[in-house]
């Protein structure tokens, strides 16, 4: 079955850097899939924080754009995000999603998320 793992979140000081992985299995053409990082608090709805298609388009929320670059490799159906210039406020369970509308309905799946702490 299709499986997307989060890995690369950790404890980190305001003003530095972490990059997020997000790594598929069981999807054969990962390159069609269109791919989103989300983030979440406590109490609080998740919010997209960046997303790449399937094209390399990218997109970022306001708070992110300057700091956070999201890749992907294809070859390793694995995308990245590269968060730098880290606040408190970015600290959140980082979730990876995947999607992709096919003609017979959509196909979306979701990891387990990964914890980024922003603190001193």
């Known amino acids: 079955q299709v499986q997307l793992v989060e890995s690369g979140g950790g404890l980190v000081q305001p003003g530095g850097s972490l990059r997020l992985s997000c790594a598929a299995s069981g999807i054969i053409f990962f390159n069609i899939y269109d791919i989103g990082w989300y983030r979440q608090t406590p109490g609080k709805q998740r919010e997209l924080v960046a997303s790449?298609?399937?094209?390399?388009?990218?997109n970022y929320a306001d708070f992110v754009k300057g700091r956070f670059t999201i890749s992907r490799d294809n070859a390793k159906n694995t995308v990245y995000l590269q968060m730098n210039s880290l606040k408190p406020a970015d600290t959140a369970v980082y979730y990876c999603?995947?999607?992709?509308?096919?003609?017979?309905?959509?196909?979306?799946?979701w990891g387990k998320g990964t914890l980024v702490n922003v603190s001193s």
């Open positions: 999603n995947a999607d992709f509308r096919a003609p017979s309905g959509p196909e979306n799946y």
């Open positions: 790449i298609t399937s094209g390399f388009s990218t």
